[in-house]
């Protein structure tokens, strides 16, 4: 593999080749060696390998560096491309003869994987990704596979390139492109786009959860059709906020909560407030 | 509906690749794959029934809507909600004289959230199951990389884990979904449908998609007012009856409108700091009121 290194005048520099198989080791096996121990250390150490190799062309030397990315790693994968890309431009530094020590390299590490996971987890997970199975769902109404086609290549798509600009431009401007990240036009942005999100999932809660009560009131009316004339959709909107409160205040598990609902469907099942909603419907 | 060797061993395959450390990768695996309403196509070309799959897929992804695994604590295990508990709960529907007579009804629906994200709970031990084996590769790995054999971590990221796998997702969805149809078959046919325990199960396949809304809501949320985009929204499908692109399209504009505003704001804030600009400003906006 020593051969691939490119000597140039001034130094070292990672070839393109390197800096791409590098990208890819990332791409696919960030979290493939999963343990609770190590989360992604692995992910992180076969995505350095392609590097040290190519930087440097003595066995002991690349041991020496890639055991410096051997500390405890984890942040969302998608956008932490980015701090892979960082110290790939921190490893060229080094390998450079620049004074960066083991320590700096894994400060900044340590240091940038808790706010990018954060970012990561609310703008990837948290928004990007329902928005897009929400209108995937929505193409796919009554059965039809488009929705599930349009999420497959929309997302990956966008996860693809994505990864590849934040590797890049981690690489190419170091620590600025996190600036980038954090900065107050980033955060404006960020918060603009976690409002689409939460819209979003009030749709997609308003269409997708459907709750109906089988309660008959003395009378004639049916108690669902009180509902609907308060608001449509009242049930789900009260449970979902129920839900919300018992996790957000109440510090309850997501697993404890759908064993309350559980509860509750029970003794709704029992009073009488549920039936089998197309049997009530066709009595 | 019966499910073969060929079948059990080819959605074995898929929970492999879906799982959340899984071998798909994060985006391809966990992120694209191990989504329900992939899986049920996914299950549906694997079981021939593609509309029932996606039927049942979007079913369960509304509880799974936002599986965040923050510091790699899970709630629910995304290979077995999707590749155990879709093909369940088709072959459950199939089964089932009164569901199969309308497999897109809200009851069908709901016994696939509660079959799916019972499954995808149970599940969670698999997760654990899966990462507790990896660690024996990681050790393997530290002695690699002291000895300088820096190769065979490829051998520790990306092979040797399908080990865990076969372990602790091929077998248990094979055996599960191989054997475990007509149990779940006979179980739900034995049970009256206005009886109480399927009138359970019906209300709790509805209740549960809150949860996953609310696991979503859990994160934006920090203050009361935060909720009025959630509303707005809510009430945008409920009331005007938009779809769910309207509903984006009508968001987009309005965190336009935010993110301007947040924008000017801040230019505010660094005008508020140096007064030169701020007095160029002031007389600028002066002639214009003039």
């Known amino acids: ?283 | 509906m019966e499910i073969n060797v060929f079948q059990a061993v080819l959605l074995g395959l898929f929970a492999c690749l879906a799982s959340m450390p899984g071998l798909g990768g994060t985006s391809i695996g966990n992120y694209t794959l191990g989504r329900p309403l992939v899986a049920g196509l996914v299950v549906g070309i694997i079981l021939g029934d593609v509309t029932l799959g996606i039927i049942v897929g979007m079913a369960i992804q509304v509880v799974y809507i936002a599986l965040v695994t923050p510091g790699g604590t899970v709630s629910a295990d995304v290979r077995a909600a999707c590749y155990i508990g879709i093909p369940l709960a088709m072959i459950a529907i199939k089964g089932n004289p009164a569901l199969a007579a309308d497999p897109s009804g809200a009851d069908a629906a709901a016994l696939a959230t509660t079959l799916g994200a019972t499954c995808g709970t149970l599940g969670a031990i698999l997760f654990y199951g899966t990462a507790t084996v990896n660690l024996a590769w990681q050790a393997m790995g530290w002695k690699w990389l002291e000895k300088g054999d820096t190769h065979k971590l490829y051998l520790v990221d990306m092979v040797l884990p399908w080990i865990s796998h076969i372990l602790c997702s091929f077998i248990p969805t094979f055996v599960i979904v191989y054997f475990g149809g007509d149990m779940v078959t006979t179980l739900l046919n034995s049970l009256p449908m206005d009886g109480i325990p399927m009138k359970t199960l019906f209300a709790v396949g509805s209740l549960l998609p809150c949860v996953g809304i609310a696991i979503l809501l859990k994160q934006v949320i920090t203050k009361a007012t935060d909720f009025l985009p959630f509303f707005f929204g809510f009430t945008l499908a409920a009331v005007m009856g938009c779809n769910l692109i309207a509903c984006s399209a009508i968001a987009c504009f309005f965190a336009l409108i935010k993110f301007e505003l947040s924008k000017i704001e801040s230019k505010l804030e660094k005008v508020g700091t140096t007064g030169a600009i701020t007095a160029s400003v002031d007389d600028d906006e002066e002639e214009e009121d003039i």
């Open chain 1, 1 to 283: 593999m020593a051969d691939n290194t490119v000597e140039q005048k001034g130094g070292r520099k990672v070839s393109k080749k390197a800096l791409a198989k590098s990208f890819h080791n990332w791409y696919y096996g960030n979290l493939t060696c999963f343990s609770q121990e190590h989360m992604q250390t692995f992910g992180y150490l076969v995505s350095m390998l392609p590097i040290v190799e190519d930087l440097y062309d003595d066995k002991d030397d690349q041991q020496k560096a890639l055991t410096t990315y051997s500390a405890f790693f984890n942040t969302e994968p998608q956008i932490g491309s980015m701090i892979v890309g960082v110290t790939v431009g921190l490893e060229e530094a080094r390998a450079n003869g620049e004074a960066i020590d083991d320590d700096t390299i894994n400060g900044i590490r340590a240091g940038l994987m808790g706010p990018l996971a954060g970012i990561g987890d609310s703008l990837i997970v948290g928004t990007l990704i329902p928005i897009l199975l929400g209108i995937g769902m929505g193409l796919s109404e009554g059965g039809s596979p488009l929705g599930a086609i349009f999420y497959i290549v929309v997302w990956n798509l966008l996860a693809y390139f994505g990864m590849r600009f934040a590797y890049y431009r981690g690489y190419k401007l170091g620590g600025d492109a996190v600036e980038a990240l954090v900065g107050p036009d980033a955060t404006a942005l960020r918060e603009a786009i976690v409002l689409v999100g939460t819209m979003v999932i009030g749709a997609v809660a308003a269409t997708w959860v459907s709750i109906s009560t089988a309660l008959t009131l003395p009378g004639g009316g049916t108690l669902q059709g009180t509902f609907d004339g308060i608001y449509p959709k009242l049930l789900p909107l009260i449970f979902t906020v129920f839900c919300w409160w018992l996790m957000s205040k109440k510090k309850v598990s997501p697993i404890v909560t759908m064993l309350i609902l559980l509860a509750i469907a029970f003794v709704g099942a029992c009073v009488g407030f549920f039936g089998a909603a197309t049997i009530a419907t066709a009595a």
